[in-house]
């Protein structure tokens, strides 16, 4: 005698899960969304013209000032909008041009870090509501083990624990998804902070050189 071994797909796993699965499944999108547009956001502001640095050099060396700024305006980078406000700021003292650039600096790293309280959130929330979907499915699978009394059988509390497991491993995955997407956005923010600060400082000694 054949047995007929039943399988489930992933849907009708995930319809195991009960409500639950609604919450999880809108992190998921969450996290989905703002990985995608942020990861876009920090690409497009890491590019970086190689002659950049250069012609704002020629262009302060030879006092055309205005030049400097409108090549700054059409770069449009977080490192052009850097320089820019630190060349609005030639003939006052060091000290005050480095704080108004480190300020620009603090603002256009912020801008890039909207969103990424979403991803903490959903990393450390999502398996906290697994967790519950998790009490719920054993708490209806004992309930209806003792409603059912001497005559309960194993399926009268399957689907609790089809619940309480599907859930658990749902907000796990989910907790995952988001904590890989914030440490590698995390990861990319601090590189191109690193290349601001290396372009303040080269903006720094360019005005202390002597023009040619």
Same mark, same amino acid.
């Given at each position: 005698? %054949?047995?007929?071994?039943?399988?489930?797909?992933?849907?009708?796993?995930? =319809?195991?899960? @009960?409500?639950?699965?609604i919450?999880?499944a809108?992190?998921?999108?969450?996290?989905? *969304?703002? !990985?995608?547009?942020?990861?876009?956001?920090?690409?497009?502001?890491?590019?970086?013209?190689?002659? !950049?640095?250069?012609?704002?050099?020629?262009?302060?060396?030879?006092?055309?000032? %205005?030049?400097? =700024?409108?090549?700054?305006?059409?770069?449009?980078?977080? +490192? &052009?909008?850097?320089?820019?406000?630190?060349?609005?700021?030639?003939?006052?003292?060091? #000290?005050?041009?480095?704080?108004?650039? %480190?300020?620009?600096?603090?603002?256009?790293?912020?801008?890039?870090?909207?969103?990424?309280?979403? =991803?903490?959130?959903?990393?450390? @929330? &999502?398996?906290?509501?697994?967790? =519950?979907?998790?009490?719920?499915?054993?708490?209806?699978?004992? *309930?209806?083990?003792?409603?059912?009394?001497?005559? &309960?059988? +194993?399926?009268?509390?399957?689907?609790?624990? *089809?619940?309480?497991l599907?859930?658990?491993?749902? @907000?796990?995955?989910?907790?995952?998804?988001?904590?890989?997407? *914030?440490?590698?956005?995390?990861?990319?923010? #601090?590189?191109?902070?690193?290349?601001?600060e290396?372009?303040?400082?080269? !903006?720094?000694?360019?005005?202390? %050189?002597?023009?040619?």
């Amino acid at each position: 005698m %054949e047995t007929t071994i039943q399988t489930l797909s992933l849907w009708d796993l995930c =319809l195991q899960g @009960g409500w639950t699965m609604i919450p999880l499944a809108i992190l998921l999108l969450l996290c989905v *969304y703002v !990985f995608v547009e942020r990861a876009l956001a920090i690409s497009a502001a890491s590019k970086e013209d190689t002659n !950049f640095m250069s012609r704002i050099k020629g262009y302060i060396h030879e006092g055309e000032v %205005e030049s400097a =700024l409108n090549l700054c305006q059409a770069t449009g980078t977080p +490192i &052009a909008r850097l320089i820019a406000k630190g060349i609005t700021r030639i003939g006052r003292p060091m #000290n005050d041009v480095l704080v108004a650039i %480190e300020n620009t600096g603090n603002i256009e790293i912020a801008t890039l870090s909207r969103g990424l309280p979403w =991803l903490a959130t959903t990393a450390a @929330g &999502a398996p906290m509501i697994g967790f =519950l979907g998790t009490v719920i499915g054993m708490v209806q699978a004992f *309930y209806a083990i003792a409603s059912s009394g001497s005559s &309960a059988t +194993i399926d009268s509390f399957a689907g609790g624990i *089809y619940s309480a497991l599907v859930t658990t491993v749902a @907000g796990l995955i989910v907790g995952i998804i988001a904590l890989f997407a *914030y440490n590698y956005l995390v990861a990319r923010i #601090n590189k191109l902070m690193n290349r601001l600060e290396a372009r303040t400082m080269d !903006f720094m000694d360019l005005l202390n %050189e002597p023009a040619i």
